[in-house]
């Protein structure tokens, strides 16, 4: 099973973690199945950009972006060339290493 390292972030993980997921899973379900509370305010339907993820390692081995999250991902606080909607990531065989972003365009948190 591929293993997912994900960097300190206050809020979410403060002293990083590695979890490891089955591929086909989303990075947003892994990370939520391993009790890392990732904000996700349109319920993992690829409406919003609060599961905002930054691939740092195996970008490549994702399933690619559809039209629709590259969009989105346009209004995405801290967008850069390896950002990811993580509930349109799909986890393939390779490892990964992902940074979440300090905040999101969700000012009224949610507590999923």
């Known amino acids: 099973m591929p293993v997912i390292k994900i960097l300190a972030h206050p ?6 973690a590695e979890i490891t997921a089955p591929a086909g899973t989303s ?6 199945d391993n009790r890392i509370r990732i904000e996700h305010a349109c319920e993992m339907s690829c409406a919003c950009t609060t599961c905002h993820v930054i691939v740092r390692q195996g970008l490549d081995s994702l399933n690619r972006a559809e039209e629709e999250e590259e969009d989105l991902l346009d209004r995405a606080w801290g967008l850069e060339p390896q950002s990811r909607l993580s509930c349109q990531a799909i986890v393939a065989q390779q490892d990964l290493v992902l940074e979440i972003p300090r905040y999101s365009i969700n ?3 949610e507590n999923h």
Do not use: F, N, Q, R
């Open 11 to 16: 809020d979410y993980c403060p002293a990083g």
């Open 27 to 32: 990075i947003c379900e892994a990370l939520l």
């Open 107 to 109: 000012h009224a948190k």
